[in-house]
Nanobody, 127 residues
């Protein structure tokens, strides 16, 4: 049974920074691409960033490019999302997710292709 546990969310002022972490267990973490999604109140869950199993490829939604950085430490079974220059519109529940297929060399943005999900961590950015 795969378990993903996010941490690092909180309340921050606009322009501030946070780093989210997602600890994984249950299957070989290093074999799978990982993604971060977010869901704001009244909106659908959107792709934010993703990273392949080898860290060879990363992908970001346009609204966070240059501000957010995804990374992973396969030795610690953890994926991170460093968020800088936060804006009020970044306020959402952030979820990490694990790709359903191993060894993917592309980052998919379709949430239906991610098989396992964490419980989410709240990020609130005040203006």
């Amino acid at each position: 049974q795969v378990q993903l546990v996010e941490s690092g969310g909180g309340l921050v002022q606009a322009g501030g920074s946070l780093r989210l972490s997602c600890a994984a267990s249950g299957r070989t973490f290093s074999n799978y691409a990982m993604g971060w999604f977010r869901q704001a109140p009244g909106k659908g869950r959107e792709f934010v960033a993703g990273i392949t199993w080898s860290s060879g490829t990363t992908r970001y939604v346009d609204s966070v490019k240059g501000r957010f950085t995804i990374s992973r430490d396969n030795a610690k079974n953890t994926v991170y999302l460093a968020m800088n220059g936060l804006k009020p519109e970044d306020t959402a529940v952030y979820y990490c997710a694990q790709d359903g297929q191993p060894w993917a060399n592309v980052v998919v943005t379709d949430r239906t292709l991610y098989r396992y999900w964490g419980q989410g961590t709240q990020v609130t950015v005040s203006s």
